[in-house]
């Protein structure tokens, strides 16, 4: 399966560069790459050919989804979104608020996929191949969809709107706020 960069090395690179939107790209990176593994877990469960690699792989994608995905569209919600709303700009706004909409279609997609994808990690057979199957299928659509519209549309136009201070604030902010979430899920 493919090597992929971590949610920490996202953030290192946001802090180097004192750019936010480095880490976000770079999130944009990763989801996609794991919505690839997602659809390939797909077609080794409907295969049978679920192993040790398989699991683990399935493993990653579940808690890449459960946190570092949230914690990105909370980047977004709290960084990218605000300014642009406020704007006077109909179709920016129009564009903000789909996004806004698609975290939550998002979110919710993933809670029907979760647990057959940590049924599989666990080596437990009782996911449903037909939900994974669909549900796969529509989660990876909307994501595709979502991440199109803020690369060619939406961070344009928050980066063009953003001091550079300002997206370096971003940057340090992020990185902070990731570092407290993995040590307080790491104490849990």
């Given at each position: 399966?493919?090597?992929?960069?971590?949610?920490?090395?996202?953030?290192?690179?946001?802090?180097?560069?004192?750019?936010?939107?480095?880490?976000?790209?770079?999130?944009?990176?990763?989801?996609?790459?794991?919505?690839?593994?997602?659809?390939?877990?797909?077609?080794?469960?409907?295969?049978?050919?679920?192993?040790?690699?398989?699991?683990?792989?399935?493993?990653?994608?579940?808690?890449?989804?459960?946190?570092?995905?949230?914690?990105?569209?909370?980047?977004?919600?709290?960084?990218?979104?605000?300014?642009?709303?406020?704007?006077?700009?109909?179709?920016?706004?129009?564009?903000?608020?789909?996004?806004?909409?698609?975290?939550?279609?998002?979110?919710?997609?993933?809670?029907?996929?979760a647990p057959h994808v940590q049924a599989v990690a666990g080596g437990y057979n009782w996911?449903?191949?037909?939900?994974?199957?669909?549900?796969?299928?529509?989660?990876?659509?909307?994501?595709?969809?979502?991440?199109?519209?803020?690369?060619?549309?939406?961070?344009?136009?928050?980066?063009?709107?953003?001091?550079?201070g300002e997206r370096r604030e971003m940057g340090r902010e992020m990185a902070a706020r990731?570092?407290?979430e993995r040590a307080a899920r790491r104490t849990r």
């Amino acid at each position: 399966m493919n090597a992929m960069p971590t949610a920490a090395a996202a953030s290192l690179h946001a802090t180097a560069t004192g750019d936010g939107f480095a880490a976000l790209d770079a999130c944009h990176q990763q989801t996609l790459m794991l919505l690839d593994e997602l659809s390939d877990l797909v077609a080794r469960v409907e295969q049978g050919n679920i192993d040790a690699a398989t699991r683990e792989r399935a493993g990653v994608i579940a808690k890449f989804f459960s946190t570092t995905a949230r914690e990105h569209h909370e980047d977004e919600e709290r960084h990218v979104f605000p300014p642009l709303v406020a704007t006077a700009n109909p179709e920016v706004i129009q564009a903000v608020l789909r996004l806004q909409q698609d975290h939550g279609w998002l979110e919710e997609d993933w809670f029907e996929l979760a647990p057959h994808v940590q049924a599989v990690a666990g080596g437990y057979n009782w996911y449903d191949i037909d939900m994974l199957r669909e549900g796969v299928a529509v989660f990876s659509a909307l994501y595709h969809d979502h991440i199109e519209l803020e690369e060619s549309f939406i961070y344009p136009e928050a980066q063009a709107r953003m001091p550079v201070g300002e997206r370096r604030e971003m940057g340090r902010e992020m990185a902070a706020r990731h570092r407290a979430e993995r040590a307080a899920r790491r104490t849990r």
